[in-house]
């Protein structure tokens, strides 16, 4: 329903422009090296890719999503249509950096 502007199963849940909102920064006005460094920023409910340069990685700005403990992730990009789980159950948090890894070996499969 997140990645799909509201909708889930033919139905509108929520709003197309709730679901916008949910998807930009609302930090932006605090001291960024601080609270919220770049390149991701916080929305309402997750993370947002603020600036894709600094990510040095594929993907796209507004891509949101949540990390949780032991190296488990979801990102949702709305303008690919891609939703990525990641679930290793690892500590320490993202150890490799397994999670970047992963994230750009699924960008890197995309095709037209």
């Not at 509201?6 to 930009?24: A, N």
């Not at 920023?41 to 340069?53: E, I, N, P, Y």
């Not at 700005?61 to 990641?86: N, P, R």
Request: glycine letters at 14%.
């Amino acid at each position: 329903m997140l990645l799909n502007d509201g909708r889930f199963d033919g139905k509108q849940f929520l709003g197309r422009k709730t679901i916008e909102l949910m998807r930009v920064n609302h930090l932006s006005h605090l001291d960024p090296p601080k609270i919220n460094p770049e390149p991701l920023g916080f929305g309402l409910g997750g993370s947002v890719v603020t600036d894709l340069a600094k990510t040095g990685a594929p993907g796209s700005i507004g891509t949101f999503g949540w990390g949780g403990y032991a190296t488990t992730s979801v990102e949702m990009d709305s303008k690919e249509k891609c939703l990525f789980l990641f679930f290793f159950q690892h500590l320490p948090y993202d150890q490799d950096g397994i999670l970047g890894k992963c994230s750009r070996l699924a960008y890197q499969a995309l095709v037209d």
